[in-house]
């Protein structure tokens, strides 16, 4: 089993930047891709971005050219820096990872980090 902590969130206005941070422990050893998801209020939660083992990232077409994922696969930590922010950045973000064990798939999630974003 995989316990992910993110830290980061908070209050910043518009077009200022965050960063946050998701440590990944446990069985991290099976850990194969991580990212981060959002969810607004009264919204479905939807994908941020991703990033493999190896280094490749996907990105939500809203977020492309704004936010970057990167990893450090010895600390067991995903980043998601967060540039010229917008109001509807508002949500709670989510730490993703993903496990695979033999054949069975596990998507691990985080407690959650507030970011909000005024105008």
């Known amino acids: 089993q995989v316990q992910l902590v993110e830290s980061g969130g908070g209050l910043v206005q518009a077009g200022g930047s965050l960063r946050l941070s998701c440590v990944a422990s446990g069985s991290t050893f099976s850990i194969n891709a991580m990212g981060w998801y959002r969810q607004a209020p009264g919204k479905q939660r939807e994908l941020v971005a991703t990033?493999?083992?190896?280094?490749?990232?996907n990105y939500a077409n809203s977020v492309k050219g704004r936010f970057t994922i990167s990893r450090d696969n010895a600390k067991n930590t995903v980043y998601l820096q967060m540039n010229s922010l917008k109001p509807e950045d508002t949500a709670v973000y989510y730490c993703?990872?993903?496990?695979?064990?033999?054949?069975?798939?596990?998507?691990?999630w985080g407690q959650g980090t507030q970011v909000t974003v005024s105008s």
């Open positions: 993703n990872a993903v496990t695979l064990v033999v054949v069975t798939l596990t998507y691990n």
């Open positions: 990033i493999t083992s190896g280094g490749n990232t």
